[in-house]
Nanobody
Framework: VQLVESGGGLVQPGGSLRLSCVAS????????IAWFREVPGKAREMVGT???????VYADSVKGRFALSRDNLYRTVYLQMNSLKPEDTAVYYC?????WGQGTQVTVSS
């Protein structure tokens, strides 16, 4: 399985971005997919997970601002990020069973 993230970029505080994680095999809607983020010098932080039933769990730091969704047909998990803050700046990764994508950079700055 390979995972490819996309959708990162530079956004102003209060803005929105939608990240995508495309899997090379049919795992979306079958297994738990997670999103993490990493800032240099800090431990990788779990942002949220989405299970086979579409149930999502979020870190307290993003609850109410971020939302996970999935498209089983296109083997994609989305991370909608709203009301972005400078502290959301990080490289965002999706993960499945210990397999990681290459990450996508999100920078929140004015």
């Amino acid at each position: 399985v390979q995972l490819v993230e996309s959708g990162g970029g530079l956004v102003q505080p209060g803005g929105s971005l939608r990240l995508s994680c495309v899997a090379s095999e049919r795992i979306v809607g079958i297994h738990v997919i997670a999103w993490f983020r990493e800032v240099p010098g800090k431990a990788r932080e779990m942002v949220g997970t989405i299970d086979s039933d579409g149930n999502a769990v979020y870190a307290d730091s993003v609850k109410g601002r971020f939302a996970l969704s999935r498209d089983n047909l296109y083997r994609t998990v989305y991370l909608q990020m709203n009301s972005l803050k400078p502290e959301d700046t990080a490289v965002y990764y999706c993960e499945y069973a210990g397999i990681w994508g290459q990450g996508t950079q999100v920078t929140v700055s004015s």
